[in-house]
């Protein structure tokens, strides 16, 4: 199964993994993997702030082989904008989307991006060679990946079986501190099922 236009950089909101819990495996609806939210008409997602379309994604077996370039294409931003990004996750039930403990906010995403401390640096930044690690508020820089592997099973310690959707908010603040006109939203949605029973505490 190939992925035609996939993206890295975001699978670290499937790589929250906790030290207790059930094993989860998240099965996307949608091959392009990432899609524009749709309470922002007028907008592409993503495909905003990165070009993808050198990136091929190949699943095999719960394991997603990642390999290609991608480039920055957010225009209405300089390098000195503070970024900031806020994920989370939604589970639909009872015939909507309802919030659930797991959301992440952070004020300065160009700070943290490469912090290798970060739950997402070993499934995603740590694949930019040192010398390409620049932010997404720098307007035509890419970066090559080094080929790697993305693990869809993750622990987590609450229960995820069932439909979910996780969004992803990105907003761009300038050097006074001022919200950027545009902003851009992208979600994903898919399926948890549990491939472990819950470890005993």
Wanted: charged share 25%.
């Amino acid at each position: 199964m190939l992925f035609p236009k996939p993206t890295g950089w975001i699978f670290f909101t499937l790589s929250w993994q906790m030290l207790q819990g059930a094993v989860y495996e998240f099965t996307p609806d949608d091959d392009q993997i990432f899609t524009a939210c749709p309470d922002k008409p007028g907008t592409n997602g993503i495909l905003d702030i990165v070009d993808i379309s050198e990136i091929i994604l190949e699943y095999n077996d719960g394991v997603v082989r990642v390999e290609g370039n991608m480039t920055f294409i957010w225009e209405d931003v300089k390098p000195t904008d503070r970024i900031e990004v806020i994920g989370e996750i939604l589970k639909f039930k009872r015939g909507s989307w309802q919030p659930t403990i797991l959301t992440m906010r952070l004020g300065d995403f160009c700070r943290v991006q490469y912090d290798a401390l970060s739950p997402w640096y070993p499934v995603w930044t740590v694949n930019v060679p040192e010398n390409e690690r620049k932010c997404i508020n720098n307007f035509g820089h890419t970066i090559h990946y080094r080929p790697y592997n993305v693990y869809t099973a993750a622990e987590y310690f609450i229960n995820l079986e069932g439909r979910h959707k996780i969004v992803v908010n990105v907003y761009a603040y300038d050097e006074n501190n001022m919200k950027r006109p545009r902003s851009y939203c992208f979600e994903l949605i898919g399926v948890f099922a549990k491939v472990k029973k819950q470890r005993s505490m």
